[in-house]
T-cell receptor
Framework: DADVTQTPRNRITKTGKRIMLECSQT?????MYWYRQDPGLGLQLIYY???????NKGEISDGYSVSRQAQAKFSLSLESAIPNQTALYFC??????????????FGPGTRLTVL | AQSVTQLGSHVSVSEGALVLLRCNYS??????LFWYVQYPNQGLQLLLK??????LVKGINGFEAEFKKSETSFHLTKPSAHMSDAAEYFC???????????FGSGTRLSIRP
């Protein structure tokens, strides 16, 4: 079973629609992250959360919002989708301690297309 | 500010040849360094990481990387490429004091038969 799961894996929507992408993890990690990937740009951080009560903006948070419903769940919302939000979205987790400092573990990604 | 530069957005090598993917970073504090690999239609998977200690780091699938502080580099190598190595590779830096990772723009590795 995958440690970090994302739903849906693929989504096509229309401009102006509200979209929610969900991420769940069974790794017991306290930290969770949302990234978007565009060709040639690598991964850009949208939002991150170090625990349920801690939410922080990343480099490109405009047009997005997040909710940390539980330690294991972190969802990303596009309140009113626009075509330039078409991208591959990744959720990642990390642990604040232990033997793997700052390492992140990634989900399989959600491919979002906004028409 | 931290940044990562990967030289070459696309590298093509013959099967059996040396793989060398270049990565330079800038960081105002000592960093953790990572290489991740992304196979088609999959998420990112950790190849190897440098935290402290030995500067030559061995990872999965025969890859290794050497941390050179004086050159601010963390180049990824594999002595003999295999067709299954075709993927996109990301170098990343994370300062000790932070909990975020800064990714490079990626290098797509192609393997010629």
């Amino acid at each position: 079973d995958a440690d970090v799961t994302q739903t849906p894996r693929n989504r096509i929507t229309k401009t102006g629609k509200r979209i929610m992408l969900e991420c769940s993890q069974t790794k017991g990690h306290d930290r969770m992250y949302w990234y978007r990937q565009d060709p040639g740009l690598g991964l850009q951080l949208i939002y991150y959360s170090f625990d349920v009560k801690d939410i922080n903006k990343g480099e490109i948070s405009d047009g997005y919002s997040v909710s940390r419903q539980a330690q294991a769940k972190f969802s990303l919302s596009l309140e009113s989708a626009i075509p330039n939000q078409t991208a591959l979205y990744f959720c990642a987790t990390g642990a604040s301690g232990g033997s793997t400092p700052n390492e992140q573990f990634f989900g399989p990604g959600t491919r979002l297309t906004v028409l | 500010a931290q940044s990562v530069t990967q030289l070459g957005s696309h590298v093509s090598v013959s099967e059996g040849a040396l793989v060398l993917l270049r990565c330079n970073y800038s960081s105002s504090v000592p960093p953790y360094l990572f290489w991740y690999v992304q196979y088609p239609n999959q998420g990112l998977q950790l190849l190897l990481k440098y935290t402290t200690g030995a500067t030559l780091v061995k990872g999965i699938n025969g890859f290794e990387a050497e941390f050179k502080k004086s050159e601010t580099s963390f180049h990824l190598t594999k002595p003999s490429a295999h067709m299954s190595d075709a993927a996109e590779y990301f170098c990343a830096v994370s300062p000790y004091s932070a909990s975020k990772i800064i990714f490079g723009s990626g290098t797509r590795l192609s393997i010629r038969p």
